[in-house]
């Protein structure tokens, strides 16, 4: 049995620290504790190698960090969402758009964005940070570049004469300069010299590198305002095109709803043990802390330095242990990249420049950026033993009571758990519920309108996602998808939910979230949430028990296809072999968050666009795979398909992890079907082939619809949002023994 969850651990920004931390909670997990990461972003950027990634001489995935997959293999929860406030009263963040999570301890690091202190700079410039937003700004810069056929150059600016300033305006000369772009740089100070601090020869050579690469130099230049086409001074203005900035850092706005100790200019202010001064269950690292006693610049290289010292303080502090002290040194080694594959370098007094010092930088970042390209595979360990701070805070009559729910109605959640998150929902209120949630009855009791059938069904999943509240909406979309395929309208619904092991203070923010989710789909299509059971088990599992209403005449069937009609499906194939990698930390972040959006999208209106050019049969394709789910729909109908291989829709990625031999579970019971295949040695090596059985959790719907309404069934299928909706076949005559032929 797994240890209860007794604190969770929360981390807001994926940041330098974080990613650390997280890396190192993979190495040595705390049984009782667990870790989630709340990022508005999949990928975290490693801002050492921008200038490379700017210049040409790095991709996107050689700068970035994959969060999503870094946190499946650390098992650490990853919420994609924007934190927007901080009650530390009762522990909770504010997401957008989505329930309050709930903390233990708390570790803020979200970096730092350049000052908006220049009027007109939010309407007229880009910011350097956040840098996914700046690099899709850059990328379009590009492309205009490219496409640049005036005579007279484009002018790009860049406000700020720090390190980051004259890094980024070297790397954009020197890819315009490869691509042979009409473009003119300049790089705008209010200072009245570069680097102040850095010594005097490593100022003279940027400079020289200015000059040589034709880059102006505005210094003394106090820019006060920024207009569509000008940046100005009090005396002067600059002509621009495009203009960026990468002026002094700020915080975000937020914190300062905050009831932390900031300091005047927004920053979480922290002692020694990186915790905040106003509160010591908040910790804080990177450009968004301010150590008092130990003043700093903001630079990655303290936020790389203070993640050992985070983590260890945030394991210690929920166990109750002695916390260690962060000194960060007072001076580091600079490097600073100058467009080219040439560095310059400096410490205190001493600078150094040349090609061999941008391999020196390269091999730092290359083999910083490994920690988290190159994941060890992790080996199962057996469930340890709680910390005896945390047997304690349990407590010994807990610790006993879960030993004992082992099943029955001894597994059952605490009605405490259940009563608070209720009262923090509300579910749809229909007009054909006599007798719900706001019942205490022993069960529900609804009116079933005159003329009408009842359409039950019931699915249950297994959680495949770490955030509760995204697996809340796909348990209950991938529940309601049945009664869409046969075009009924939900009606009611009762959920089968089982919790982790943990406190219950633990188990309600679980169910909060969960729940909270679900019942946003089933509001969504007007389903009543009346009833349901909750359990414990060794994961979180959701279900649920749909009562969904139709006319008679108006439902759709699984069987029912005629001779010579289409097949078309709604959506792409590959969830199964996706969050099979997934699950393992093999799965790239930007692969599964496509694969979610689609599986966040409702089969209701693909339903009623197939009744509407009278589809003769229909069914979703889910744990069966697509050729299981054919296959059902032609037995006892005498009649055969014809799928062509290239056809068949597929989620990014999942070719791919299937090459490399990743499948769900599910896929050699699935493949056992391929005996209804016709000439399958023929396409056995098909790419596609694997994806014939890989089973699919919130899949598309796969309709026969006659061939002449075809074109204006996938015209309204994609203006609805199935894109990927497409012809993968048609029904034909059976071929002798086997019901399916491959081309």
């Given at each position: 049995m797994h240890p209860p969850i007794v604190k969770d651990i929360v981390l807001i920004g994926g940041g330098h620290a974080h990613a650390l931390v997280i890396r190192m909670w993979a190495m040595n997990p705390v049984p009782g504790l667990r870790l989630t990461l709340i990022s508005p972003q999949v990928h975290t950027p490693y801002s050492g190698m921008l200038p490379g990634l700017v210049a040409g001489h790095y991709s996107f995935e050689q700068t970035h960090i994959d969060l999503v997959r870094v946190c499946a293999w650390a098992k650490v929860r990853f919420i994609q969402a924007s934190a927007s406030a901080i009650d530390a009263t009762n522990q909770t963040i504010t997401l957008t758009g989505r329930p309050d999570i709930g903390y233990d301890v708390c570790s803020v690091d979200i970096g730092s964005t350049p000052n908006q202190n220049i009027e007109g700079c939010e309407e007229f410039a880009v910011p350097v940070k956040p840098i996914s937003q700046f690099y899709q700004h850059w990328q379009a810069l590009q492309h205009e570049l490219l496409n640049h056929k005036k005579s007279s150059p484009l002018k790009v600016a860049i406000i700020g004469g720090g390190a980051g300033g004259i890094e980024l305006i070297t790397a954009m000369a020197h890819w315009a300069k490869n691509k042979r772009c009409q473009a003119q740089f300049c790089l705008i100070s209010r200072g009245n010299q570069l680097l102040p601090d850095s010594p005097a020869p490593l100022q003279k050579n940027v400079k020289r590198h200015f000059s040589h690469n034709n880059i102006e130099l505005h210094l003394g230049f106090e820019s006060q305002s920024i207009t569509a086409s000008h940046i100005h001074s009090k005396q002067q203005k600059i002509a621009y095109d495009k203009v960026f900035y990468c002026t002094q850092a700020s915080a975000a706005d937020w914190l300062k709803q905050t009831p932390l100790n900031l300091t005047e200019d927004g920053f979480i202010q922290v002692n020694e043990k990186l915790q905040s001064t106003s509160h010591d269950n908040l910790f804080a690292a990177g450009d968004i802390a301010h150590q008092s006693a130990h003043p700093r610049p903001k630079a990655g290289?303290?936020?790389?330095?203070?993640?050992?010292?985070?983590?260890?303080?945030?394991?210690?502090?929920?166990?109750?242990?002695?916390?260690?002290?962060?000194?960060?040194?007072?001076?580091?080694?600079?490097?600073?990249?100058?467009?080219?594959?040439?560095?310059?370098?400096?410490?205190?007094?001493?600078?150094?420049?040349?090609?061999?010092?941008?391999?020196?930088?390269?091999?730092?970042?290359v083999k910083f950026m490994n920690l988290f390209h190159d994941l060890p595979k992790m080996t199962m360990k057996e469930p340890a033993l709680l910390d005896a701070h945390l047997q304690q805070k349990m407590g010994i009559k807990d610790i006993h009571e879960l030993a004992m729910r082992c099943g029955g109605c001894g597994g059952k959640v605490g009605a405490s758990v259940l009563s608070d998150v209720l009262n923090q929902l509300t579910p749809h209120d229909h007009p054909d519920v006599l007798v719900g949630l706001k019942s205490p009855d022993d069960a529900a009791v609804l009116n079933i309108p005159d003329g009408q059938k009842l359409v039950q069904t019931i699915d249950h999943l297994k959680t495949l996602i770490d955030d509760p509240y995204l697996f809340g909406q796909l348990s209950a979309l991938h529940a309601l998808s049945d009664a869409f395929a046969m075009n009924a309208t939900p009606h009611s619904a009762q959920a089968l939910v089982q919790l982790p092991l943990a406190q219950e203070a633990i188990q309600s923010r679980d169910m909060l979230q969960l729940m909270s989710g679900a019942v946003k789909v089933l509001n969504e299509h007007k389903c009543a949430l009346v009833g349901g059971h909750t359990s414990e088990d060794s994961q979180l599992n959701l279900g649920f028990c749909v009562n969904a209403l139709a006319q008679e005449k108006d439902l759709l069937h699984k069987q029912g296809s005629r001779m010579g009609q289409v097949l078309i499906l709604t959506q792409p194939l590959g969830t199964g072999a996706l969050f099979a990698a997934h699950m393992r930390g093999l799965a790239n972040g930007v692969d599964i968050n496509d694969a979610l959006a689609h599986m966040l999208q409702s089969n209701q209106l693909a339903a009623e666009i197939f009744y509407s050019v009278n589809a003769s049969a229909c069914t979703d394709v889910t744990g069966f795979g697509l050729l299981g789910h054919l296959v059902e729909m032609l037995k006892g109908c005498e009649l055969g398909a014809q799928l062509h291989?290239?056809?068949?829709?597929?989620?990014?990625?999942?070719?791919?992890?299937?090459?490399?031999?990743?499948?769900?579970?599910?896929?050699?019971?699935?493949?056992?079907?391929?005996?209804?295949?016709?000439?399958?040695?023929?396409?056995?090596?098909?790419?596609?082939?694997?994806?014939?059985?890989?089973?699919?959790?919130?899949?598309?719907?796969?309709?026969?619809?006659?061939?002449?309404?075809?074109?204006?069934?996938?015209?309204?299928?994609?203006?609805?949002?199935?894109?990927?909706?497409?012809?993968?076949?048609?029904?034909?005559?059976?071929?002798?023994?086997?019901?399916?032929?491959?081309?």
């Open positions: 290289v303290y936020a790389v330095r203070a993640a050992p010292v985070l983590f260890n303080n945030l394991i210690n502090y929920a166990l109750n242990k002695p916390l260690k002290n962060f000194k960060p040194q007072s001076n580091f080694l600079s490097l600073l990249a100058l467009g080219g594959k040439v560095a310059l370098g400096s410490r205190q007094v001493f600078s150094f420049s040349g090609k061999w010092v941008w391999r020196w930088k390269d091999y730092i970042d291989m290239e056809n068949i829709p597929a989620l990014g990625g999942s070719l791919e992890v299937m090459a490399d031999g990743i499948f769900s579970s599910l896929q050699p019971q699935n493949a056992r079907l391929r005996r209804a295949i016709y000439n399958q040695d023929s396409v056995v090596n098909h790419h596609k082939y694997p994806l014939l059985f890989d089973p699919q959790t919130c899949g598309g719907l796969l309709a026969t619809v006659d061939a002449a309404d075809a074109h204006d069934c996938l015209t309204a299928l994609k203006a609805k949002g199935f894109s990927e909706a497409c012809i993968i076949g048609e029904i034909i005559a059976p071929p002798e023994s086997a019901i399916v032929v491959l081309h």
